[in-house]
């Protein structure tokens, strides 16, 4: 594909249940990010992929947060007994370069996250 | 925790006028990115200054890179409506951390 899509775009869950969230990076692309954002703030780090190596995990929140690229395309954010603060928008981001956050990302147009 | 911080918060301006906006970071960084995102798209990547630089230019955006201050300055020159949106600066440490900064953002408003 042309960019970097994310699906669900809407999920709804209800407290306590379990949520998977997908990323379809560029084909090519090196670096994978995952990142949280909060209404009105600025994306949250959560984790760093470099392939299908997680070398950064170092902003997610709790245990309850999982992430995996296990062929080093397509990668799962997973989100267990979800909490009503876990509601926000989950981005996805891809980038040609190894270089980790330093160097231009492709951003994917989000999953917005609903925990009633 | 973010690391950036992005001066105004908001910023309302008329189409035509320049607006600028301001960043600043706490660590020693490679380079320095912004970010522009609006209601109907993703983030979008708009500009990326290294460390080494002071100014750079893309059609009507200007940044300038201080280093010794650890901030950073955005220029939309000849705004226009299609403008409206949130910027974000964004850095990464340089110490051999994968991870990105964004600050909480400018949002800014062009009035037709």
């Known amino acids: 594909g042309a960019g970097v899509s994310q699906s669900p775009r809407y999920k709804v869950a209800k407290r306590g249940q379990d949520v998977a969230l997908r990323c379809d990076p560029i084909?090519?692309?090196?670096?994978l990010f995952w990142y949280q954002q909060a209404l009105g703030q600025g994306p949250e780090f959560l984790t760093y992929?470099?392939?299908?190596?997680?070398?950064?995990k170092s902003g997610l929140p709790s245990d309850r947060f999982f992430a995996e690229r296990p062929e080093g395309s397509v990668s799962t954010l997973k989100i267990q007994r979800t909490q009503q603060e876990d509601s926000a928008v989950y981005l996805c981001?891809?980038?040609?370069?190894?270089?980790?956050?330093?160097?231009?990302?492709?951003f994917g147009p989000g999953t917005r996250l609903t925990v009633t | 925790s973010q690391q950036g911080e992005e001066d105004p918060q908001a910023l309302s301006i008329q189409e035509g006028e320049n607006a600028t906006m301001n960043c600043s970071y706490k660590?020693?960084?490679?380079?320095l990115q912004w970010y522009r995102q609006n209601s109907g798209r993703g983030l979008v990547h708009l500009i990326l200054i290294r460390s080494n630089e002071r100014e750079k230019h893309s059609g009507r955006l200007r940044v300038t890179l201080d280093t010794s201050k650890k901030s950073s300055s955005l220029l939309i020159t000849a705004s226009r409506a299609a403008d409206t949106a949130s910027y974000f600066c964004a850095t990464a440490e340089n110490t051999g951390g994968f991870k990105t900064i964004f600050g909480a953002g400018t949002r800014l408003f062009v009035k037709a």
């Open positions: 084909s090519g692309h090196v670096s």
């Open positions: 660590t020693s960084i490679n380079n």
């Open positions: 992929f470099q392939n299908e190596a997680q070398l950064d």
């Open positions: 981001a891809s980038s040609s370069s190894s270089g980790g956050g330093a160097y231009e990302q492709y």
